[in-house]
């Protein structure tokens, strides 16, 4: 199974690399802030996942240091961004 779950994470950290790039050249400050960046709920929809599981994603790539997770929730969503 944990070819799976790998698979899964790497997809959801595309996503979020595509996402965050984009950021990056619409604005000058890297990361941007925090308003801007992508939340869990965007992420799940795109990589077709529930959002209990993308968010178990995220930590997990947080906790690999792979990702950083907002400090606060913007409008009650916790936001991503990579870790430059």
Same mark, same amino acid.
């Given at each position: 199974?944990?070819?799976? /779950?790998?698979?899964?994470?790497?997809?959801?950290?595309?996503?979020? !690399?595509?996402?965050?790039?984009?950021?990056?050249?619409?604005?000058? !400050?890297?990361?941007?802030?925090?308003?801007?960046?992508?939340?869990?709920?965007?992420?799940?929809? /795109? &990589? /077709? @996942?529930?959002?209990?599981? &993308?968010? @178990?994603? @995220?930590?997990? @790539?947080?906790? !690999?240091?792979?990702?950083?997770?907002?400090?606060?929730?913007?409008?009650?969503?916790?936001?991503?961004?990579?870790?430059?």
């Amino acid at each position: 199974m944990m070819g799976y /779950q790998n698979q899964r994470k790497e997809e959801v950290m595309e996503i979020l !690399e595509e996402k965050c790039n984009a950021l990056k050249e619409q604005f000058n !400050e890297s990361p941007p802030p925090m308003i801007n960046w992508p939340r869990t709920r965007e992420l799940a929809d /795109q &990589a /077709q @996942l529930d959002i209990y599981t &993308a968010r @178990l994603v @995220l930590m997990k @790539l947080a906790d !690999e240091n792979r990702v950083k997770m907002s400090e606060t929730k913007v409008m009650n969503s916790l936001c991503w961004f990579v870790n430059l």
